[in-house]
């Protein structure tokens, strides 16, 4: 008997191709846990497979646990740990695990960027950009920390900081119409039609589906500029 079982799902067809590919990793990863029940990888794992793919949080939730009983180090079951706990609503446990991580001296930039999330939905917004910004000296090409800081600080009234964040964003995906919606309405806010204009008119270069709404925003912005 051939030991390559995996050709099976390689060569399978149809509609079932997917789920049938999850449930043989599945099936190996929990074989791993029984036949090595000290090693926290074979948890985390089983843990990973159930939490994207099985959209099962609690069974997730179990090995993820599991693996950190066997290594409180695993630095990876933090940071799932910390989304389980979020899309439960127990921000407290949230917060608990990513500081723990912390203070094992396990952070990293997702670590940084999960607490950030948490202390911005507390509105906790100073700590919030102070992680934020620990996630930037880690990666700082990390987009969504840019893009965090910048809605930060347009809800703290610090406009043109929040345009000098985004403008750095726009540097790093010069595609992203988000940004240039952002960019467009700050320069409004603070009086700067022309800008408003540019960025409006990058919205339509960009083919958002918004196109006419800008164009109609174009046109009132240079009424009001040239009148």
């Given at each position: 008997?051939?030991?390559?079982?995996?050709?099976?799902?390689?060569?399978?067809?149809?509609?079932?191709?997917?789920?049938?590919?999850?449930?043989?990793?599945?099936?190996?990863?929990?074989?791993?846990?029984?036949?090595?029940?000290?090693?926290?990888?074979?948890?985390?794992?089983?843990?990973?497979?159930?939490?994207?793919?099985?959209?099962?949080?609690?069974?997730?939730?179990?090995?993820?646990?599991?693996?950190?009983?066997?290594?409180?180090?695993?630095?990876?079951?933090?940071?799932?740990?910390?989304?389980?706990?979020?899309?439960?609503?127990?921000?407290?446990?949230?917060?608990?695990?990513?500081?723990?991580?912390?203070?094992?001296?396990?952070?990293?930039?997702?670590?940084?960027?999960?607490?950030?999330?948490?202390?911005?939905q507390e509105d906790k917004l100073e700590e919030a950009v102070s992680l934020f910004n620990k996630v930037l000296a880690i990666?700082?090409?990390?987009?969504?920390?840019?893009?965090?800081?910048?809605?930060?600080?347009?809800?703290?009234?610090?406009?043109?900081?929040?345009?000098?964040?985004?403008?750095?964003?726009?540097?790093?995906?010069?595609?992203?119409?988000?940004?240039?919606?952002?960019?467009?309405?700050?320069?409004?806010?603070?009086?700067?039609?022309?800008?408003?204009?540019?960025?409006?008119?990058?919205?339509?270069?960009?083919?958002?589906?918004?196109?006419?709404?800008?164009?109609?925003?174009?046109?009132?912005?240079?009424?009001?500029?040239?009148?």
């Amino acid at each position: 008997k051939s030991p390559f079982v995996i050709h099976h799902y390689q060569y399978s067809r149809g509609k079932d191709f997917v789920r049938d590919k999850q449930l043989y990793y599945l099936e190996l990863t929990l074989k791993k846990t029984k036949e090595q029940p000290t090693k926290p990888k074979a948890y985390a794992d089983a843990g990973i497979i159930y939490y994207n793919y099985k959209k099962d949080s609690e069974k997730a939730l179990f090995y993820f646990q599991k693996a950190l009983e066997i290594d409180k180090t695993y630095k990876q079951a933090y940071n799932y740990l910390s989304k389980i706990f979020m899309q439960q609503g127990k921000k407290k446990e949230a917060i608990e695990i990513l500081n723990r991580s912390i203070n094992l001296g396990l952070e990293d930039e997702t670590t940084y960027f999960n607490l950030g999330v948490i202390y911005m939905q507390e509105d906790k917004l100073e700590e919030a950009v102070s992680l934020f910004n620990k996630v930037l000296a880690i990666n700082p090409n990390k987009l969504a920390a840019y893009y965090n800081i910048g809605l930060i600080l347009i809800k703290l009234n610090k406009f043109n900081q929040s345009i000098e964040v985004f403008k750095k964003a726009v540097n790093i995906d010069p595609h992203d119409t988000r940004i240039y919606l952002h960019l467009a309405k700050l320069h409004e806010k603070i009086n700067e039609p022309k800008k408003a204009i540019r960025y409006y008119k990058q919205l339509i270069n960009l083919n958002h589906p918004n196109k006419q709404e800008f164009l109609d925003k174009i046109y009132k912005l240079e009424n009001k500029l040239y009148k």
